[in-house]
């Protein structure tokens, strides 16, 4: 059966400090993985998109990192500002073969920068 | 800029009636897509369109229906609401048809919050 699970599940740092996000998954047999932030009361905003074939991607200060084999992968986020504070989701992407893809999100990591 | 739009942000209905969400997005997207979003469950696929008139079961459809006209417009429909359908109800498209990519580009509403007395 296929689950995403993220660690933390709540986080708080001061202004200024470089933080990491895990989201990991069972079944490596990916398609894409992709990060996105929720602000409170808010849909979600695509942050980053990872395909199967790719190790990471990067964006400002953010960098995300897929490795498959172990069945993860991290949101480095740098310099952190107060602006971030928000809920970051992952989602994961397999394809079904008799049936259109299965996606998959993890339950979020709530983020809070102190100023 | 608007991209997906839901017809209201936040909702109270009683138990028992019939509750429509709307979703309209202007890009031109064959996917669309239904989820629910639960305290410590995530986001949780209903139902999801990809193409008009036609539409697929998600992971808990269970109460609840689609319709989709129009490409632009995929409306979620409470039969009988109850108790338990109090949630955050969230909207997404994407471009690419059929099952394939599902994740890229996908564009979010920015949800409703619906409460059932």
């Known amino acids: 059966k296929q689950e995403v699970t993220q660690i933390p599940a709540a986080l708080s740092v001061p202004e200024g400090e470089n933080l990491v996000l895990n989201c990991s998954f069972t079944?490596?047999?990916?398609?894409?993985l992709q990060w996105f932030r929720q602000d409170p009361g808010k849909g979600l905003t695509s942050l980053l998109l990872?395909?199967?074939?790719?190790r990471e991607q990067t964006s400002g200060r953010l960098n995300a990192s897929l490795d498959k084999s172990s069945g993860r992968s991290t949101l480095y986020i740098a310099a952190s500002q107060p602006g971030d504070s928000a809920t970051y989701l992952c989602?994961?992407?397999?394809?079904?073969?008799?049936?259109?893809?299965?996606?998959?999100f993890g339950p979020g990591t709530s983020l809070s920068v102190i100023p | 800029d608007v991209k997906v739009t839901q017809s209201s942000r936040y909702l109270v209905k009683r138990t028992g009636e019939k509750v429509f969400l709307e979703c309209v997005q202007d890009?031109?997207?064959?996917?669309m897509f239904w989820y629910r979003q639960d305290p410590g469950l995530g986001l949780r696929l209903i139902y999801f369109?990809?193409?008009?008139?036609?539409?697929e079961k998600g992971d808990i459809p269970e109460g609840y229906s689609v319709s989709r006209e129009k490409k632009e417009r995929f409306s979620l429909i409470l039969e009988s609401a109850s108790t338990n359908q109090t949630s955050m109800y969230l909207c997404?498209?994407?471009?690419?048809?059929?099952?394939?990519?599902?994740?890229?580009?996908?564009?979010f509403g920015p949800g409703t919050r619906l409460t059932v007395l």
């Open positions: 990872i395909q199967s074939s790719q």
């Open positions: 079944d490596s047999a990916i398609y894409n």
């Open positions: 890009m031109d997207h064959e996917n």
């Open positions: 989602a994961v992407e397999w394809v079904v073969r008799t049936s259109y893809d299965k996606v998959i």
């Open positions: 369109s990809y193409d008009v008139k036609m539409k």
């Open positions: 997404a498209s994407t471009r690419v048809s059929g099952g394939l990519a599902v994740l890229l580009g996908a564009f």
